[in-house]
């Protein structure tokens, strides 16, 4: 039902846009969001974004980097990430919440991506 896409491997300070194309019963989602998991850290929020409202959670992490945009018609949840950083490195899960609200924690989103793997590295 999420299918991601657009991971790589790139520099330090490089850009790189992951996407996120929702399909039935995620069409819908109230909330979707962007975690990521370092190899052998917990998984951790990265955004989190109510398409009603608009409403985008940024972390500290990725406040001032990182971007969201998306298509409301197609369903799609991007996540665009400048100025990347080696700490950035991890495989990165789109997750949606059909009903909500907007939370930081992974158990409260009832839907998963495969991930996709970003690393940063020179």
């Known amino acids: 039902q999420l299918v991601e896409s657009g991971g790589g491997l790139v520099q330090p300070g490089e850009s790189l846009r992951l996407s996120c194309a929702a399909s039935?019963?995620?069409?819908?989602?109230?909330?979707m969001a962007w975690f990521r998991q370092p190899d052998g850290k917990e998984r951790e929020i990265v955004v989190a974004?109510?398409?009603?409202?608009?409403?985008?959670y940024y972390s500290d992490s990725a406040r001032g980097r990182f971007r969201v945009g998306g298509n409301g018609a197609k369903n799609t949840l991007d996540l665009q990430m400048n100025y990347l950083d080696p700490e950035d490195t991890a495989v990165y899960y789109c997750?949606?919440?059909?009903?909500?609200?907007?939370?930081?924690?992974?158990?409260?989103?009832?839907?998963w991506g495969q991930g996709t793997q970003v690393t940063v590295s020179s």
């Open positions: 997750a949606a919440s059909l009903a909500g609200p907007l939370d930081q924690q992974p158990n409260k989103y009832e839907y």
């Open positions: 039935e019963p995620t069409r819908s989602a109230l909330i």
């Open positions: 974004h109510n398409p009603r409202t608009d409403y985008t």
